[in-house]
Protein backbone atom coordinates (compact mmCIF):
# COMPACT_ATOMS: atom_id res chain seq x y z
CA UNK A 1 0.00 0.00 0.00
CA UNK A 2 1.11 3.53 -0.84
CA UNK A 3 2.53 5.27 2.60
CA UNK A 4 1.06 8.84 3.71
CA UNK A 5 1.85 10.88 6.92
CA UNK A 6 0.17 9.21 10.17
CA UNK A 7 -0.62 12.42 11.64
CA UNK A 8 -3.84 13.96 12.69
CA UNK A 9 -5.73 15.93 9.32
CA UNK A 10 -5.27 19.48 11.41
CA UNK A 11 -2.21 18.75 12.84
CA UNK A 12 0.62 20.48 10.61
CA UNK A 13 0.69 23.86 9.14
CA UNK A 14 -0.46 24.82 5.43
CA UNK A 15 0.98 24.53 2.76
CA UNK A 16 3.86 21.63 3.10
CA UNK A 17 3.83 18.05 1.87
CA UNK A 18 1.31 16.38 4.56
CA UNK A 19 -1.05 18.47 3.58
CA UNK A 20 -1.32 17.81 0.09
CA UNK A 21 -0.68 14.10 0.92
CA UNK A 22 -3.87 14.22 3.54
CA UNK A 23 -5.77 16.21 0.57
CA UNK A 24 -4.96 13.39 -1.83
CA UNK A 25 -5.94 10.74 0.74
CA UNK A 26 -9.49 12.15 1.21
CA UNK A 27 -9.78 12.96 -2.89
CA UNK A 28 -9.40 8.74 -3.08
CA UNK A 29 -11.55 7.98 -0.11
CA UNK A 30 -13.69 5.36 -1.15
CA UNK A 31 -12.68 5.83 -4.46
CA UNK A 32 -9.23 4.57 -5.16
CA UNK A 33 -9.57 2.67 -8.46
CA UNK A 34 -7.98 -0.26 -9.37
CA UNK A 35 -9.13 0.39 -13.26
CA UNK A 36 -6.90 1.85 -16.05
CA UNK A 37 -7.75 6.22 -16.08
CA UNK A 38 -6.32 8.21 -18.88
CA UNK A 39 -3.18 8.16 -18.76
CA UNK A 40 -2.10 4.44 -20.75
CA UNK A 41 1.16 3.86 -21.15
CA UNK A 42 1.62 0.45 -21.87
CA UNK A 43 4.88 -2.12 -20.33
CA UNK A 44 8.19 -0.48 -20.68
CA UNK A 45 10.72 0.62 -18.25
CA UNK A 46 10.88 3.94 -15.69
CA UNK A 47 12.36 5.68 -19.15
CA UNK A 48 9.38 4.77 -21.45
CA UNK A 49 7.05 5.28 -18.07
CA UNK A 50 8.24 9.09 -18.16
CA UNK A 51 8.20 9.37 -21.91
CA UNK A 52 4.49 8.33 -22.25
CA UNK A 53 3.56 10.45 -19.03
CA UNK A 54 5.11 13.69 -19.99
CA UNK A 55 3.32 13.72 -23.76
CA UNK A 56 0.25 12.97 -21.56
CA UNK A 57 0.69 15.73 -19.25
CA UNK A 58 1.57 18.22 -21.82
CA UNK A 59 -1.51 17.02 -23.59
CA UNK A 60 -4.81 15.63 -22.07
CA UNK A 61 -4.54 16.79 -19.32
CA UNK A 62 -2.99 20.45 -19.16
CA UNK A 63 -5.57 21.60 -21.92
CA UNK A 64 -8.63 19.15 -21.18
CA UNK A 65 -8.71 17.11 -17.72
CA UNK A 66 -7.32 20.40 -15.57
CA UNK A 67 -9.91 23.06 -17.00
CA UNK A 68 -12.68 19.84 -16.60
CA UNK A 69 -11.42 19.56 -13.27
CA UNK A 70 -11.39 22.85 -11.84
CA UNK A 71 -15.03 23.68 -13.49
CA UNK A 72 -16.40 20.91 -11.74
CA UNK A 73 -15.23 22.12 -8.52
CA UNK A 74 -16.35 25.20 -8.51
CA UNK A 75 -19.84 24.10 -9.51
CA UNK A 76 -19.55 21.44 -7.15
CA UNK A 77 -18.75 24.00 -4.39
CA UNK A 78 -22.22 26.15 -5.32
CA UNK A 79 -24.16 23.03 -5.57
CA UNK A 80 -24.62 23.57 -9.24
CA UNK A 81 -25.56 19.63 -10.65
CA UNK A 82 -26.69 20.90 -13.40
CA UNK A 83 -23.34 22.90 -14.57
CA UNK A 84 -21.66 19.70 -13.59
CA UNK A 85 -23.86 17.17 -15.89
CA UNK A 86 -22.68 19.89 -19.15
CA UNK A 87 -19.65 19.60 -18.03
CA UNK A 88 -19.29 15.83 -18.21
CA UNK A 89 -21.18 15.55 -21.43
CA UNK A 90 -19.07 18.25 -23.17
CA UNK A 91 -15.71 16.10 -21.54
CA UNK A 92 -17.15 12.83 -23.30
CA UNK A 93 -16.96 15.07 -27.00
CA UNK A 94 -13.51 15.64 -25.76
CA UNK A 95 -11.68 12.29 -25.57
CA UNK A 96 -11.21 9.85 -27.93
CA UNK A 97 -13.56 7.19 -27.70
CA UNK A 98 -10.65 4.38 -26.10
CA UNK A 99 -9.46 7.68 -23.56
CA UNK A 100 -13.70 8.16 -22.96
CA UNK A 101 -14.40 4.75 -22.33
CA UNK A 102 -11.80 4.15 -19.97
CA UNK A 103 -12.80 7.54 -17.98
CA UNK A 104 -16.16 6.21 -18.02
CA UNK A 105 -15.36 2.82 -16.61
CA UNK A 106 -13.15 4.22 -13.91
CA UNK A 107 -16.13 6.96 -13.16
CA UNK A 108 -18.93 3.65 -12.58
CA UNK A 109 -16.24 2.17 -10.16
CA UNK A 110 -16.04 5.67 -8.21
CA UNK A 111 -19.49 6.28 -8.13
CA UNK A 112 -20.63 2.65 -6.82
CA UNK A 113 -18.45 3.21 -4.12
CA UNK A 114 -20.95 5.88 -2.91
CA UNK A 115 -23.72 4.08 -2.70
CA UNK A 116 -25.58 4.29 0.52
CA UNK A 117 -23.84 8.19 0.91
CA UNK A 118 -27.29 9.78 0.50
CA UNK A 119 -26.55 12.76 2.52
CA UNK A 120 -23.69 13.76 0.10
CA UNK A 121 -27.01 15.56 -2.11
CA UNK A 122 -24.59 16.67 -5.06
CA UNK A 123 -22.82 13.38 -5.51
CA UNK A 124 -26.31 11.33 -4.75
CA UNK A 125 -27.84 13.52 -8.11
CA UNK A 126 -25.13 13.15 -10.18
CA UNK A 127 -25.30 9.14 -9.02
CA UNK A 128 -28.34 9.41 -10.17
CA UNK A 129 -28.08 11.28 -13.37
CA UNK A 130 -25.41 8.25 -14.67
CA UNK A 131 -27.99 5.84 -13.56
CA UNK A 132 -31.00 7.35 -15.88
CA UNK A 133 -28.21 7.88 -18.72
CA UNK A 134 -28.72 11.58 -18.50
CA UNK A 135 -24.46 12.05 -18.20
CA UNK A 136 -21.85 9.08 -18.56
CA UNK A 137 -20.44 9.74 -15.33
CA UNK A 138 -16.37 10.43 -16.49
CA UNK A 139 -13.72 9.85 -13.12
CA UNK A 140 -12.24 12.96 -13.57
CA UNK A 141 -16.16 14.60 -12.49
CA UNK A 142 -16.72 12.68 -9.71
CA UNK A 143 -13.35 13.07 -8.46
CA UNK A 144 -13.72 16.54 -8.34
CA UNK A 145 -16.90 16.80 -6.93
CA UNK A 146 -15.74 14.61 -4.31
CA UNK A 147 -13.23 16.83 -3.64
CA UNK A 148 -15.66 19.86 -3.31
CA UNK A 149 -18.11 17.99 -1.61
CA UNK A 150 -14.99 16.98 1.16
CA UNK A 151 -13.65 20.21 1.08
CA UNK A 152 -10.55 19.74 0.00
CA UNK A 153 -8.35 22.90 -1.20
CA UNK A 154 -9.15 24.12 -4.80
CA UNK A 155 -5.34 24.02 -5.21
CA UNK A 156 -4.73 20.68 -4.06
CA UNK A 157 -7.44 19.40 -6.60
CA UNK A 158 -4.88 19.35 -9.75
CA UNK A 159 -2.12 17.16 -7.89
CA UNK A 160 -4.69 14.91 -5.77
CA UNK A 161 -5.39 13.93 -9.65
CA UNK A 162 -2.34 13.84 -10.67
CA UNK A 163 -1.32 11.15 -8.27
CA UNK A 164 -4.65 9.32 -8.87
CA UNK A 165 -3.42 8.74 -12.94
CA UNK A 166 0.49 8.42 -11.87
CA UNK A 167 -0.57 5.84 -9.83
CA UNK A 168 -2.86 4.10 -11.85
CA UNK A 169 -0.52 4.46 -15.10
CA UNK A 170 2.58 2.32 -12.81
CA UNK A 171 -0.11 -0.12 -11.92
CA UNK A 172 -1.17 -0.75 -15.41
CA UNK A 173 2.62 -0.88 -17.07
CA UNK A 174 3.16 -3.89 -14.31
CA UNK A 175 5.47 -1.61 -12.08
CA UNK A 176 5.18 -1.43 -8.51
CA UNK A 177 3.94 1.27 -5.92
CA UNK A 178 4.22 -0.72 -2.95
CA UNK A 179 5.96 2.40 -0.80
CA UNK A 180 5.36 4.70 -3.31
CA UNK A 181 4.78 7.41 -1.04
CA UNK A 182 3.40 11.32 -1.73
CA UNK A 183 7.40 12.73 -1.07
CA UNK A 184 8.29 9.89 -4.06
CA UNK A 185 5.39 10.91 -6.43
CA UNK A 186 6.50 14.37 -5.98
CA UNK A 187 10.25 13.75 -6.67
CA UNK A 188 9.57 11.53 -10.14
CA UNK A 189 6.33 14.30 -10.75
CA UNK A 190 7.95 17.59 -10.07
CA UNK A 191 7.22 19.05 -13.82
CA UNK A 192 3.42 17.65 -13.62
CA UNK A 193 3.52 19.50 -10.03
CA UNK A 194 4.66 23.20 -11.61
CA UNK A 195 2.51 22.45 -14.40
CA UNK A 196 -0.56 22.36 -12.59
CA UNK A 197 0.24 25.13 -10.35
CA UNK A 198 0.32 27.19 -13.54
CA UNK A 199 -2.99 25.83 -14.88
CA UNK A 200 -4.82 26.43 -11.79
CA UNK A 201 -3.41 30.22 -11.45
CA UNK A 202 -4.49 30.80 -15.16
CA UNK A 203 -7.71 29.13 -15.11
CA UNK A 204 -8.50 30.85 -11.69
CA UNK A 205 -6.97 34.02 -13.12
CA UNK A 206 -5.43 34.47 -9.40
CA UNK A 207 -8.79 34.98 -7.72
CA UNK A 208 -9.46 33.32 -4.45
CA UNK A 209 -13.11 34.79 -4.22
CA UNK A 210 -14.33 31.13 -3.36
CA UNK A 211 -13.51 30.45 0.43
CA UNK A 212 -11.94 27.54 -0.25
CA UNK A 213 -8.25 28.15 -1.33
CA UNK A 214 -5.48 27.70 0.74
Known amino acids: MDTFPSEPIYESTGGNADELARAIRVCLMGGDIHLPLTCMVGAGDELHLTSE ?24 HRGDVREIMKLDQALAGQLAEDVAERSVNAGSQFYASMD ?3 H ?11 LEQK ?45 SSFEAFRAVCQGALVDAGKIFSDVIGGQHSLGVCA
Request: hydrophobic share 55%.
Open 53 to 76: WDKWRGLLFAKILAPHLIGVFTAA
Open 116 to 118: GAR
Open 120 to 130: IKTLEKLRTAV
Open 135 to 179: IAGHHATFFAAEAAVFHVPMMHLLPAYLYAEWRSARLQAGMSVAG
